[in-house]
């Protein structure tokens, strides 16, 4: 852990498994459980550090910053809204069990820890922005279209995959590019 004045995080702009994709400093979100499109990560916030990948403390973050720029997109993009299906807070769970998925199901934010058994490396879905971003889309078209949510159609359940992907990039390239940073967004997983 490096030095921090207890402001600053360290996280990944996109996927971390993606081609040059690297940890950049960051100030912590704040206020992220005010309206509109106010969410809760669950469990303790550990205090603002340079935490290192692959801990509980940086997955907080991590996911914290990423759903964060999430908002700050869709404030802007969809002002006068902002209430999730389920009410005003939406929560996110960082490790939900052990799998290699992620999902919104209408009460939270779901995600993951999986052993990848070609490397053996231990893998997060929450810290992939890609991945949270994308179930966050869910999350949102879920708030402004309920009525696609049960509708018995592959067409619908393919356009809320797409919708979800088309969050991901768009809040990741927005975002990125107003902290100042050249990383382009790379979708490498689609999960459900
Ligand atoms: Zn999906």
Redesign the pocket.
Same mark, same amino acid.
């Given at each position: 852990m490096d030095e921090a004045d207890g402001t600053r995080i360290r996280v990944f702009l996109n996927d971390p498994a993606g081609r040059g994709d690297r940890l950049v400093e960051v100030d912590a979100p704040q206020a992220m459980d005010e309206s509109p499109w106010a969410f809760r990560v669950e469990g303790t916030a550990p205090p603002p550090q340079l935490y290192e990948p692959d801990t509980a403390e940086f997955l907080y973050w991590q996911l914290a910053a990423a759903l964060d720029r999430g908002k700050r997109f869709w404030a802007r993009r969809l002002p006068g809204r902002g209430t999730w299906e389920l009410g005003r807070v939406l929560p996110a769970v960082p490790v939900a069990g052990s799998d290699l998925n992620a999902f919104y199901d209408r009460q939270a934010l779901r995600f993951f820890r999986a052993v990848d058994e070609k490397t053996g490396n231990v893998v997060y879905s929450g810290e992939s922005p890609d991945v949270s971003l =994308? *179930?966050q889309g869910?999350a949102v078209l879920d708030a402004i279209r309920p009525d696609l949510w049960d509708a018995p159609h592959f067409e619908v359940a393919a356009f =809320? *995959?797409g919708f979800?992907d088309f969050a991901a990039n768009a809040a990741a390239a927005v975002t990125a590019m107003s902290a100042g940073s050249a990383v382009l967004p790379q979708t490498s997983i689609v999960?459900?």
């Amino acid at each position: 852990m490096d030095e921090a004045d207890g402001t600053r995080i360290r996280v990944f702009l996109n996927d971390p498994a993606g081609r040059g994709d690297r940890l950049v400093e960051v100030d912590a979100p704040q206020a992220m459980d005010e309206s509109p499109w106010a969410f809760r990560v669950e469990g303790t916030a550990p205090p603002p550090q340079l935490y290192e990948p692959d801990t509980a403390e940086f997955l907080y973050w991590q996911l914290a910053a990423a759903l964060d720029r999430g908002k700050r997109f869709w404030a802007r993009r969809l002002p006068g809204r902002g209430t999730w299906e389920l009410g005003r807070v939406l929560p996110a769970v960082p490790v939900a069990g052990s799998d290699l998925n992620a999902f919104y199901d209408r009460q939270a934010l779901r995600f993951f820890r999986a052993v990848d058994e070609k490397t053996g490396n231990v893998v997060y879905s929450g810290e992939s922005p890609d991945v949270s971003l =994308h *179930e966050q889309g869910h999350a949102v078209l879920d708030a402004i279209r309920p009525d696609l949510w049960d509708a018995p159609h592959f067409e619908v359940a393919a356009f =809320h *995959e797409g919708f979800g992907d088309f969050a991901a990039n768009a809040a990741a390239a927005v975002t990125a590019m107003s902290a100042g940073s050249a990383v382009l967004p790379q979708t490498s997983i689609v999960l459900s």
